[in-house]
């Protein structure tokens, strides 16, 4: 028998977002994701990994949380997991908007089966959508890591931008961050604008 909130987490669904609501009682296949609830904290486990901290998913969620501005007017979250996130976001006064893209329609129909999300579903904040493959990533954003795993394919797209977005600031931050690799850079730029720098081109000559 599931518990009542499968029930009510369906119904804030089914009243807010009918298409979504559709699309979840469509949705065919079965559940590979697994209720894990021997641990400090219940998680799900998809394919040997935790959607969420089965230790303290409210530190992770912190830690997500802090990459966005506290001043954030409208924050995109890209991923759900178990809702931790959600919820430090719009603990935030700042907060008019949370727009939340789900990149995984079976993530989703797993997190309202074994998890109570009402509360946050009933925020009139929120915003709930599937990525399509028209999807970009828009700013300031935060991300559930490991629902970057798991995408439908219209989602792949989006996964990529995301991806590549956190990758290029993370190298920013290296390169600002790491005075040596500064200056061979800056040695380098100072090499190539030489006068005594020589390029062979493909006929063999020298410039």
Known sequence: MEPDFVRSNLAIIQ???PELYSALMDLNGPERAIFINDVDQPTLLVDGLH???CFDAHA???LQASQVPESAATVWLYGLATGE????????AQLQRLEVVMLSLELLRSTLRFFDNADWLNDQRVRLRMATAESDIRA???VVPTCLKFVDPAAARLRDLIVLELDTSHINNTVRNNRDFQRQIAENVAMVTSKHFLVVTATGSVM
């Open 15 to 17: 009243q807010r977002w």
């Open 51 to 53: 959607l969420s901290s």
């Open 60 to 62: 992770e969620a912190q």
């Open 85 to 92: 996130l959600q919820r430090v976001l719009l603990q935030r």
């Open 140 to 142: 300031p954003f935060a």
